[in-house]
């Protein structure tokens, strides 16, 4: 189980929040499932993607990086149950700050994640 919170950490600390800072849908291809959600709501609105959509967005905006914005992606918590996980994340982004829910499977070996639930919060 240990190595499984390792890999998910390094999942989200070497694709995932790097991925979104760069705009680098390499990454964060590479860290979510092919047929992954995106569900909550930002600003009050709802939101809802597919992993493509989202893939779509991330790729035709302008990059956290080259916007000179703060980033920051934290790992709250990590919780693993045999071949499933959820972790607990906070990313600070432009002029928003999530706290997300990203749920994992393990399939063939890699952790993916297959869901993500995203709530923009005032801090």
């Known amino acids: 189980m240990k190595e499984d ?3 998910i950490t390094a999942a989200l600390e070497n694709d995932y929040f790097p991925g979104i800072y760069e ?9 979510m499932y092919s047929n992954a959600l995106l569900l909550g709501d930002v600003k009050g609105a709802p939101y809802a993607k597919t ?3 989202y893939l ?3 790729k035709n905006r ?3 990086k080259d916007s000179g914005k703060p980033f920051k992606g934290t790992i709250i918590s990590i919780e693993v149950v045999n071949s499933i996980a959820i972790a607990k994340v906070h990313v600070k982004m432009y002029d928003f700050n999530y ?3 990203l749920s994992f499977h393990k399939i063939n070996n890699q952790w993916l994640i297959v869901n993500k639930m995203l709530s923009d919060v005032n801090i």
Request: hydrophobic residues 40%; negative net charge; charged residues 35%.
């Open 5 to 7: 919170v390792l890999a």
């Open 23 to 31: 705009g680098d849908i390499e990454k964060l291809g590479h860290v």
């Open 51 to 53: 992993r493509n959509e």
């Open 56 to 58: 779509e967005v991330v």
């Open 62 to 64: 302008q990059s956290v």
């Open 99 to 101: 706290d997300e829910f």
